[in-house]
């Protein structure tokens, strides 16, 4: 059910070092052309760093690990495509459908090609109410069971960040904070919460892995990697509209995978295209990140 690009196949053939990237971030993260352009720049950016990128979707019931230039703009362009996690993925294969992976099911479709770093934006959560309506992602359950670790920029604004910590300290999920003694919350640096650990370089960060997955601990590690300051939005400005856009999607009725679209639609429009910018930058700045430590777990094998 894996087909594989030819890049992408070389490189793991070759031992060299892959980044996985998701397609939902394309497809229900950005609307056309910035989501187009964003996947193009993510890939050059691991390249740049010496890996070679690997973005996954499903495309006519098969798992592409590697997409080229003219899949990457049919999902870019495309309506309607599946946002595919866990429980979506046999579905979406077995009736040949196409469909956007999510965290959780980038994670899979990635540990089966044998890659095992991914960078993606922000992480899925505990959903505000979470508590009482069980929203929870599944990107967090994923990677209790699943070898790969997730650079991200913490988890996305617009979840119950204490609560989202609490669920990873229980499954046992290292989270691990990038040059910061503070959980990022995706468009701004510091989320008020701290991180229980903090490594400074990408070569640190690819031995506690190592280590990690030497002594059977199963699952994946979370790479908090703080958006630059540069790109940082205000927090004053980011809350209130978080609030204003969770208001939004309780009056409309949103609610489960279609809530995080339609929240991260609403913060652009209430933020006049700031928080787009930042979400760019901060996927960059990730896809980075995670190609030096790639980088650096290839050159540590025996």
Known sequence: MLEYSEAVAEAIVKGQPVVALESTIIVHGMPFPQNLETAHLLETTVRERGAVP??????????????????????ARAQNVAKVSRRDLPVVLARGGDGATTV??????????????????????????????????????????TNVAVVCAGAKAVLDLGRTLEVLETLGVPVIGYQTDAFPAFYIRDSGFPVPARLDDPDQIAQMLQTKWDLDL??????????????????????????????????????????TPFLLDRMQQHTQGRSLAANIALA???AALAADIAVCMKRNLP
Do not use: Y
């Not at 939004?248 to 009725?253: L, V, W, Y």
């Open 54 to 75: 690997a973005t996954i979707a499903v495309l006519e019931g098969k798992i592409r690990i590697g997409l080229d230039p003219a899949s990457l703009e049919k999902l």
């Open 104 to 145: 959780a099911a980038t994670m899979i479709c990635a540990a089966r090609a044998g890659i095992q770093v991914f960078a993606t934006g922000g992480l899925g959560g505990v959903h505000w109410d979470g508590h009482n309506t069980m929203d929870v992602s599944a990107d967090l359950t994923e990677l209790a069971q």
């Open 218 to 259: 199963k699952g994946g590690a979370v790479i908090a990697n703080p958006i630059p300051p540069e790109h940082a939005m205000n927090a004053g400005e980011m809350n209130a509209a978080v609030e204003q856009s969770l208001q939004e999607a309780a009056q409309q009725g949103i609610t489960g995978k279609e809530i």
């Open 284 to 286: 960059k700045n990730n």
